[in-house]
Structures are given as C-alpha cells and as structure tokens.
C-alpha cells in the first residue's frame, strides 16, 4: 500500500510503501526500479512517465547528453505503459539539448498506444524510432540529418 505524508507545505515528505518509509527522492527511484544503469547509449524509461517522474527522467537524460560517450542516445520504451503531457515536454526539451550538444535522441519499443501519441502530435517527425531498443543499436551510430522540424 502506498501512502504518502504530507509536510506542514503541502509537499510530500515521505512516502510509505510495502511497510517500508522512504524519502521522496528514494521513493521516486524505487518506482523507476531503482538506480538506473545509464552508461551505455540506452536509457530505460519506467513503467509510468508522468510529472511525478518526469523531473527525474529529465536529469537521466540530461546527464547521459553531458557525459558525451555517445552520439546516439536510445530511449527505450518497452516497459513503458503511459506517458503524460509533461514526459513530451521533457523528452523534447532533452531532444533539443542533444541537438545542440551535437547528438541525437532516437526512440524506441514503444507500444501502440505511444506510437499514437506521437504520430498525433506529429513529434513523429522529430526522432527516428524504431520497434526495439536492439533495431535501434543494429541501425548504427550516424544519426540522419535533421528533419524540417529538427531544431
């Protein structure tokens, strides 16, 4: 059961799950599934990316644009279910910075219903995406030139 204790602000504090009580931040990284191994070119997202998560995933990605390792940088979306408005904002804020950083943002295992959200927003035409994380990696480390919509 989760349950969560609210500050004298409003904000929660903590949050209480499987009779274990965690900090916010720790909280939000138990339902990302923990501390995320983002070394190489893919970035896992969770299960769930909505404005709860959404500033965290938004560092994730942030980060893994700064380190520099990779020109390609893969989101893979096979174990996501539902993303909100906020998560959009936040992956094209960091498709944007990737661009200017000199990489690219490619996405990936998206479901049907994600694939949608894309095409009806016509953020489609922002990413090359494919069906899996794998085709992604297999597809090679030169990203195509921008779209008209790119930048």
Known sequence: ??????????????????????????FIKKLMGGE???????????????????????ERLKKAIQKGDHEVLIIDFSQTAYIDSSALGE?????????????ELVLAGMNRRLEDLYRVTRMNTLY??????????????EPDPPGPMAA
């Open 91 to 103: 992956i094209e804020s960091a498709r944007r910075r990737a661009v200017e950083a000199g990489k």
């Open 36 to 58: 995320p191994d983002d070394s190489g070119p893919v970035i896992q997202a969770p299960a769930r990316l909505t404005t709860t998560l959404c500033r965290a995933f938004g």
């Open 128 to 141: 090359r995406i494919y069906p899996t994380a794998a085709e992604a990696l297999a597809s090679g480390s």
């Open 1 to 26: 059961m989760v349950a969560k204790v609210k500050s004298r602000h409003g904000v929660a504090g903590s949050c209480r799950l499987e009779d274990h009580t965690y900090s916010k931040m720790d």
